[in-house]
C-alpha cells in the first residue's frame, strides 16, 4: 500500500465555464458561485483560485468599503465549507482601461488605475484570508514590436511589483509567465524571465512563480525543467496543471490528455521535491471542451485530479533503483523502454 498523498488540490471559478470561444457563444448555462464552491469539496479539492472579481463581481463600480464587506462575505462561505482560498489574481485584462496593457500601457492613467486595482485586490486577499498573489501579466507585450520600448516596459513591472511588495509585507508574489496569447509576444515568457524579474525588485525573497504546462508548451520548453528551475531557486509557489497539443491557442486540456510522459515527469519532480509540504496546492487550471454537456461540466476537474493521483502513484512505484543502474550504464534506449512499459502497465 503506498502512503497517503499529501496533495491539496485547487481549481478557480472560471474552470467551470460555458464554452464560450472567439467563434462562437456560450454552449451551457452559467453556474452559480455557491454551486461552484460544493462541487468543488464533492469532487475532493481543498482550495479555490480567485480573481479579485470572482470574489466581488463588477469590482469597479463598487466603493472600497463595499469590496472589503463582499470579501468578508465570501471569506465567511469559504470557512462554512472548510475550503481555503489559494491565489488572488488582480484580472487586469477585462477592463477598456487596459487595452493597451496594465503596467506597461503607454498611458499613464491605464498605469495608475493597474496599480490601484493591484493594492485593492491586496486588501481583498487579506480579507479572504489570502497571501499569495498571483500575476499573469496577459496584456504585458506587444503586438508590435515598435510600440512599446522593452526596457521600460521591464522597468514599469519592476514599479507595480515595488509598490505592491510595499503596500502589504506579508503577501507573497508568484509571477504567472506565459509566452503568447492574448499579445504576440509577452514581456515575461517563461520562468526564467520571471525569476531575473523577481532579483530586480525590492524584496525577491517574496517574488516566486507558478508554472503552467500549457505556457511552458507553447514556449517551446518541458514543463517539469520549468518546475525544477523554479524549485531549486526554492520559488515554485503554485502550479497550473493541464496539457497542450503542440503550438496552437491555449488549450487548457485536461492533465495528461495531450501527453501522458509529460504529465508523468511534472508528477515525478513534484514527488521529488516534496511539493505541497511547505503549504503548496496543486491547481488544475483546466476547461471543458465546447461539445461537453452541462451534466458533465466538472469531469474535466475530476478527471484531471484522478490522472494525478494515478501518476503519483506511477511515480512511487518506478524502479528508481533499476533507473540508477540504468542511468550509470548510459544506457538510456533501455530506460527509454523502462519508463514506457512503467506507464502502460503490466
Ligand atoms: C491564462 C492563464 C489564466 C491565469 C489566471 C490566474 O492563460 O492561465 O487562466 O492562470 O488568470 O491568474
Ligand atoms: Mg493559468
Not at 510600440?147 to 508574489?173: C, F
Not at 530586480?200 to 514543463?223: M, N, Q, Y
Not at 491547481?283 to 485530479?305: M, W
Not at 548510459?330 to 506507464?343: C, F, K, P, S, T
Amino acid at each position: 500500500m503506498s502512503k497517503p498523498h499529501p496533495y491539496r488540490f485547487s481549481f478557480g471559478p472560471w474552470n467551470i465555464s460555458e464554452g464560450a470561444d472567439p467563434y462562437g457563444p456560450a454552449v451551457r448555462l452559467p453556474k452559480p458561485f455557491d454551486w461552484k464552491l460544493a462541487q468543488l469539496r464533492k469532487l475532493g479539492f481543498e482550495a479555490m483560485m480567485f480573481h479579485d472579481d470572482d470574489i466581488v463581481p463588477d469590482i469597479d463600480n463598487k466603493s472600497a468599503p463595499q469590496v472589503l464587506r463582499e470579501a468578508g462575505e465570501l471569506r465567511k462561505k469559504l470557512d462554512d465549507a472548510g475550503v481555503i482560498a489559494e491565489i488572488v489574481a488582480p484580472r487586469l485584462w477585462f477592463s477598456p482601461q487596459t487595452i493597451d496593457g496594465a503596467y506597461t500601457s503607454n498611458d499613464p492613467k491605464a498605469r495608475k488605475y493597474a496599480i490601484n486595482r493591484s493594492l485593492q485586490t491586496i486588501d481583498i486577499a487579506g480579507a479572504v484570508g489570502c497571501d499569495l498573489i498571483v500575476l499573469w501579466f496577459a496584456r504585458e507585450g506587444t503586438y508590435l514590436r515598435e510600440a512599446k520600448d522593452g526596457r521600460r516596459s521591464v522597468e514599469l513591472l519592476v514599479e507595480a511589483i515595488n509598490t505592491m511588495l510595499m503596500h502589504d509585507r506579508k503577501i507573497r508574489i508568484a509571477i504567472e509567465p506565459k509566452p503568447n496569447e492574448p499579445m504576440d509576444h509577452a514581456y515575461i515568457p517563461t520562468i526564467g524571465h520571471a525569476l531575473a524579474l523577481s532579483n530586480l525588485t525590492c524584496d525577491p525573497k517574496r517574488v516566486g512563480g507558478l508554472i503552467e504546462t500549457a505556457h511552458c508548451i507553447l514556449a517551446g520548453l518541458d514543463p517539469s525543467d520549468e518546475m525544477d528551475f523554479a524549485l531549486s531557486a526554492g520559488k515554485l509557489w503554485s502550479v497550473h496543471l493541464n496539457d497542450q497539443n503542440g503550438l496552437k491557442f491555449d488549450q487548457d486540456k485536461p492533465f495528461g490528455s495531450a501527453n501522458l510522459r509529460s504529465a508523468f515527469n511534472q508528477v515525478r519532480v513534484l514527488e521529488r521535491n516534496q511539493f505541497g509540504s511547505r503549504g503548496e496546492c496543486v491547481a488544475f487550471d483546466v476547461h471543458s471542451f465546447r461539445s461537453t454537456k452541462i451534466e458533465h461540466a466538472v469531469d474535466h476537474l475530476a478527471n484531471s485530479r484522478k490522472t494525478f493521483l494515478r501518476l503519483v502513484e506511477k511515480a512511487r512505484t518506478f524502479d528508481e533503483g533499476k533507473a540508477g543502474e540504468l542511468i550509470a550504464d548510459r544506457n538510456y534506449q533501455a530506460l527509454d523502454q523502462m519508463v514506457i512499459e512503467h506507464l502502460l502497465g503490466s
